[in-house]
């Protein structure tokens, strides 16, 4: 795989070492009123959509983005998730959400 996702880099340096999390002040929440996940931050809420919140989710330190991938794979295997997650897991690095 060698597609270029936002920010630069390839797919396949985002599927080695890097085990993302969130950011320390960071959480993820569910609010059950609105039926939707949220990052909650110290001065800041951010909606996430669709199946973002899933995806954060399993952004937990120990994980690969391969192994997100593989797992995002499997339960969706219609879905572009080996092209699309990395560019948004890139996305949400370059904002400061992801170490």
Known sequence: MSATPAGGATTTA?????RPAL?????LRHDPVRDADLLVMPERVVVLEGHAGRIVALCDGVRTVRAIIDELAADHPSAPVATEVPAFLTRLRREGWLG
């Not at 985002?14 to 890097?18: H, I, K, N, S, Y």
């Not at 950011?23 to 959480?27: G, I, S, V």
Request: hydrophobic share 70%; net charge negative.
């Open 23 to 27: 950011a320390p002040a960071l959480m």
């Open 14 to 18: 985002l599927e080695g070492a890097w």
